[in-house]
Structure formats: C-alpha cells, structure tokens
C-alpha cells in the first residue's frame, strides 16, 4: 500500500515538471501542428504521452472517429426504445384515465313535476305527489340536453304537458316553497340555466292557468276500503276480564 503510494506521488511530481517544463516554443509547435488538419486523436494521445510518462492511451482513443459513429448508431438505437417506452406509458395512461372516468355528456337526467294550479305555492310532498304520478304529471329521470337552447327546451318540455297549448313557467324550490327565478335582464333559460336553477332536486314548471286532475282510487283500492268498512260495521268490541267478545 505504502510502495503504490508512493509510487504514485513520484507520477505526480513527474507531471508537474513536465508541466513547468513547457515553453511557449511548445505551445507554438503543437498549435502549429493541429491548425492546418485540425486536432488529431493521434497528435493528442502522443504529446501527452511524451509530457506524462505515466499516461497509457486507451483503445478508444485511437479509434475516436470509428467510436463516435458507433457511439452515435448505439445512441439511436437506446433512444429508440426510450421514445417507445414513453409513447406507450402516454398511451396506458389515457386508456386507464379513459376507463376510470365516465366521458362527459350532454344529457342529464331529472324529475320532471308539472303544477297543475297557478295557485300551488307548497312543493308537492307524500299525497300531493302521489296524486301527480297518477295523473301522470310527474316524469321520473326525463333527459335534459344541454345543448338545447330556450326555444328548444320549452318546445320539449310544452310536449310533456297534457294539453300543449297551455303555458307554464319555471319554479324552482325554495325551502319548500315554489317561486318564480330571479333572473337577469334578458336572460334566457336554457337547458344550463335550468339545472343550475332546480340544483340537485327536481325540475318544476307550473301551468298558467288551471288543468283539473282526478284523486280517485283505484278499484283494488276501493274494494278494500269497501271491505274493511263493511267488518267494522259489523263488529263490536266489549273488552271485559281481559276478553274480546265479538258481536254481529
């Protein structure tokens, strides 16, 4: 250990002499050497071998010009699949984004509630509502398309309404109360202004002037009534020691 020390120290003095030891007459010739046909691999590997004697030129270094055009025909061929590799991650990661989110679309789909009375100020709730499924006054998941303009989405929505001569207006739920949008001097209501209006609930339109509805049971509804009226008409209860007597 201490011999190759050594050894090595006795290198570096070497070169710094051969380093003191250059004149200006040296520079000059190795100038004038290398500006007519350039710097040479050979030239190079040569004077610096004859200034540091420890210096061993590589293989490499003598082979240069055919290195570099090797060097170079290897580099395309690394960057090659590079490029692959990358064009193919983007490639993944758009069919993985594809696949993860839905693609955007122009159809939103809500409940529909026409009001049959211009009077109707409450949000129709458990029976109200009921009454309105039956007359077919509420569309469950009707398909609203962003794309249609104000003309194009009352012409849509005056198709739903029983009688598509009658005009209604836009309402909205407000705590439980329909009223009429605040809107901005000649706005119009699209599709989007609409949405945005009804939030996450329904769409309600109310008619502008009266359509009658019918709240009449159905007939399986009505034969039950009928029936369980009938056994509480003939049925008395005399609850007495902890008995029920029936008596017809």
């Not at 293989?59 to 490029?83: E, I, K």
Request: contains cysteine.
């Amino acid at each position: 250990m201490a011999e190759n020390l050594a050894a090595a120290c006795q290198q570096a003095a070497a070169a710094l002499r051969s380093l003191q030891s250059i004149t200006s007459e040296d520079l000059s010739r190795v100038a004038s050497s290398t500006s007519t046909a350039g710097p040479s691999t050979s030239s190079i590997c040569s004077e610096l071998s004859s200034r540091f004697p420890s210096y061993r030129p590589s293989d490499s270094s003598n082979h240069s010009n055919g290195n570099s055009t090797a060097n170079a025909h290897m580099l395309n061929h690394v960057q090659r699949p590079v490029a692959s590799r990358q064009n193919k991650r983007r490639r993944r990661n758009a069919d993985s984004g594809k696949r993860g989110r839905p693609g955007s679309t122009s159809i939103v789909h809500r409940d529909l509630v026409i009001i049959p009375n211009p009077d109707t100020k409450k949000v129709p709730t458990h029976a109200a509502r009921v009454t309105l499924e039956k007359n077919k006054l509420v569309l469950s998941g009707y398909p609203f398309d962003r794309s249609w303009d104000a003309a194009t989405l009352k012409s849509n929505i005056r198709k739903q309404i029983p009688r598509q001569c009658m005009l209604f207006e836009y309402v909205k739920n407000c705590y439980g109360t329909l009223v009429v949008p605040n809107l901005a001097t000649g706005q119009e209501v699209n599709t989007d202004a609409l949405l945005k209006i009804a939030g996450q609930g329904a769409v309600y339109v109310r008619l502008l002037e009266p359509y009658n509805i019918t709240d009449s049971d159905t007939d399986s509804e009505c034969e039950e009534r009928l029936i369980q009226t009938t056994l509480n008409f003939g049925k008395t209860h005399n609850m007495k020691n902890n008995v029920c007597y029936y008596m017809y």
